[in-house]
C-alpha cells in the first residue's frame, strides 16, 4: 500500500509564492511519475503538473505555465510544486497523485494513489 502525504499549504497573498511538498510511503517511489491536481469548489479535479518517473520529463496545465515547477527527490519519496505569481483562481485543495506508469499524464483516472490534499488560498 502506497501513502502519500501532502503539506506546504496555506494562505498567501495573490503575487506570492508557496512551496508544496508530497512524501510518499514505499519503495517503488522512483518508479512511477507523480503529479499534482487541483479542485475548486463546485469544480472538478483539473490536472496541474506532472513529472516522470526520473524528473527528466515535465508537463503543465497551460493556467500554470511559467508559475509553477514540478520536480522531485527520489532518494527522499518526495515531489514538490513550486508555486509562483499566485493569482486568486489558484485557489483550491491541491493533491498529488502517483499515475500508474513511468510518463506523465493529465488524465486523473491514470493515477492509483492520492493524498488526502492540502489547501491553497491566494487572496487579491
Known amino acids: 500500500q502506497v501513502q502519500l502525504v501532502e503539506s506546504g499549504g496555506g494562505l498567501v497573498q495573490a503575487g506570492g509564492s508557496l512551496r508544496l511538498s508530497c512524501t510518499a510511503s514505499g519503495r517503488t517511489f522512483s518508479s512511477y511519475a507523480m503529479g499534482w491536481f487541483r479542485q475548486a469548489p463546485g469544480k472538478e479535479r483539473e490536472f496541474v503538473a506532472g513529472?516522470?518517473?526520473?524528473?527528466?520529463?515535465?508537463y503543465y496545465a497551460d493556467s500554470v505555465k511559467g508559475r509553477f515547477t514540478i520536480s522531485r527527490d527520489n532518494a527522499k519519496r518526495t515531489v514538490y510544486l513550486q508555486m509562483n505569481s499566485l493569482k486568486p483562481e489558484d485557489t483550491a485543495v491541491y493533491y498529488c497523485?502517483?499515475?500508474?506508469?513511468?510518463?506523465?499524464?493529465?488524465?486523473?483516472?491514470?493515477?492509483?494513489?492520492w493524498g488526502q490534499g492540502t489547501q491553497v488560498t491566494v487572496s487579491s
Open positions: 513529472i516522470s518517473w526520473g524528473g527528466g520529463t515535465t
Open positions: 497523485g502517483r499515475r500508474s506508469h513511468r510518463d506523465p499524464g493529465s488524465t486523473a483516472s491514470g493515477y492509483d494513489y
